[in-house]
């Protein structure tokens, strides 16, 4: 077994992926704090491999720190009694950390890079061991740094272990501005975050889903709330990404309904599991994904699940759908009908392809590629050229206030399309069956003169006529006599009805 004493001179830096990781090796790491009587850090840490064989080995380890960016560090190899000895000597204060480690090499430096799962981080925390300043350390491109954190006490594990969550607990008169992206200031009632798939449990034992009206809160990214809510808030937040399993072509991959789903996608990029590209930057969480069957530049949620797991609430069970039971449709799945308020999805399992094969159906994607000059493009590329196209159109969420797509492209007869084309020829329609033809709602927004507009303290977004945006502190109310207007306008002037994407709480 492995022992060590060295001087270790680290520096960390917070960072996104952005591309493909080369070769990467991933293992699992349970890293918990001991009690420690003389000033150093003392942890035992459990690790192991992602693949069904990987067998667990486990550390101890006792860091000194003897200045900002460096430790004096003794690490050595134990075995799994002594492991599970050593965790009776538990720090009460911290939680065990669980996350991802990240290994890869590039320029023949050697990269670590942690995903944290619990407690969740927004970023990766890359160390890079043994180099004095981030002079001598080329960063890789497909990392984006966010800042560096060397020797910032926040990013010592020590202190993450403070911020792990401690089970499931419910709070009272929660504000809910920070977890709907339309901005709208209201108080939920009773809130819930679920953390793992034991507070999962724990909330379907304690019958409050039976007791009150509840609503499933993910990212917050298409809703309205109209007023305080009177029942309870349940906000997944459990992360985890694994790969399940590689064959015929296709990686199955599964995420914890709280991962965000942008996160969830780059890291698939950066995997090299491919299907996901052109939904990239699309706001909110994966548990949201197949409820309404989320969509973007010619791919839809529907083409790359395989299964979703979920809560029965009346009995606390668990079961799978496969994707064939699931009932998609535009923006549309049974989790909105009628399995609505029956299931509490905590994961999903998607069939990602190990090949790349660029989806470059939607005109104006290829178009954008093409107009780069780039006939065969990377994974990476068809995301950044995605992310690109979104961010001249739609407004971040956190900058101003929106729920994206406020409306459904409306599907309508074809017979009607076909006249309505007749009376306006630039009319934007998409094929949908042999009797049906999808318009697109922001040009008929825009044809009423809606594009840019504003009541009061909402609007509608000067670059895409489809979206809603906050001017500053509206409330739902105001939202819905917008929408409500704009909707008479197109029906008046149009004939066809314009339904919400976004659903007011
Ligand atoms: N258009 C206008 N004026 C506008 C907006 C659009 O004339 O103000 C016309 C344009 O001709 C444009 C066409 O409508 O070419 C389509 O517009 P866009 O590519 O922006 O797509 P969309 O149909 O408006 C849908 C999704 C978006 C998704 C994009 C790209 C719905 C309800 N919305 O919008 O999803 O990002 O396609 O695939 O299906 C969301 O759901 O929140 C969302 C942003």
């Known amino acids: 077994m492995e022992s060590k004493h060295q001087i270790e ?63 004096f560090e003794h690490e050595e ?35 670590e890079l942690d995903r944290f799962v619990s407690p969740a981080l927004d970023h990766c925390l890359l160390e890079i061991e043994g180099a004095e300043s981030a002079d001598q350390v080329s960063l890789p491109p497909f990392l984006r740094v966010v800042a560096d954190v060397t020797g ?28 709907n992206t339309f901005g709208i200031d209201a108080l939920a009632r009773r809130f819930a975050v679920l953390h793992s798939v034991d507070d999962y449990r724990s909330l379907l034992r304690s019958q409050l889903l039976s007791q009150m009206p509840f609503f499933v809160l993910g990212g ?41 789903w942008d996160d969830f996608v780059r890291y698939c990029i950066a995997f090299g599991w491919h299907g996901l590209e052109n939904m990239v930057a699309i706001p909110g969480c994966v548990g949201a994904a197949p409820v309404q069957n989320v969509g973007a530049y010619g791919r ?81 590329e068809v995301a950044a050229a995605v992310s690109s196209m979104r961010d001249s159109k739609l407004p971040d969420p956190k900058v101003i206030g929106s729920a994206g797509s406020f409306f459904k492209n409306p599907v309508v007869p074809l017979s009607q399309a076909q006249q309505l084309l007749h009376d306006y020829p630039s009319l934007v329609s998409f094929p949908v069956d042999a009797r049906h033809t999808k318009l697109a709602a922001g040009w008929l927004i825009e044809q009423c003169g809606w594009k840019g507009r504003d009541q009061g303290r909402v609007g509608v977004y000067e670059k895409q006529a489809l979206v809603l945006v906050n001017r500053g502190g509206c409330n739902g109310s105001e939202v819905r006599a917008l929408a409500d207007r704009i909707a008479d306008d197109v029906r008046s002037r149009f004939g066809v009805s314009l339904e919400c994407e976004a659903i007011f709480v």
């Open 220 to 260: 917050g990214s298409n809703v309205v709330f109209t007023g305080d809510y009177q029942g309870l808030v349940v906000h997944p937040a459990n992360r985890g990404i694994r790969l399940l399993d590689q064959r015929d072509g296709f990686c199955f991959v599964e995420a914890q309904a709280g991962e965000k």
């Open 152 to 179: 910032s006490s926040d990013y010592s594990n020590a202190n993450i272990a403070l911020r792990v969550p401690q089970g499931f607990q419910l709070q009272e008169q929660v504000s809910l501005l920070p977890f």
């Open 300 to 380: 839809e949620a529907k083409d790359v699940i395989h299964r979703v797991h979920a809560f029965d609430i009346a009995t606390g069970l668990e079961r799978w759908f496969d994707a064939s039971e699931c009932g998609f449709a535009y923006r549309w799945s049974r989790f909105k009908g009628d399995l609505k308020n029956r299931y509490l999805i905590d994961r999903v399992v998607f069939r990602l392809e190990s090949a790349f094969r660029p989806l470059l159906s939607y005109k104006a994607l290829a178009a954008a590629l093409a107009a780069g000059g780039n006939d065969s493009p990377s994974a990476a």
């Open 9 to 71: 001179i680290e520096r960390k830096y917070l960072v996104d992926l952005v591309g493909e990781l080369p070769q990467p090796v991933v293992s699992d790491i349970l890293q918990t704090y001991l009690l420690s009587d003389d000033g150093s850090v003392r942890r035992v840490r459990r690790r192991c491999g992602v693949l069904p064989d990987d067998r667990p080995r486990f550390f101890y380890t006792a860091k000194r720190r003897i200045a900002y960016d460096r430790s």
């Open 77 to 111: 190899e134990i075995d799994e009694a002594r492991y599970t000895r050593l965790l009776a000597e538990r720090d009460p204060q911290r939680g065990t950390v669980h996350k991802q480690r990240i290994v890869f090499s590039y320029r023949d430096q050697c990269f």
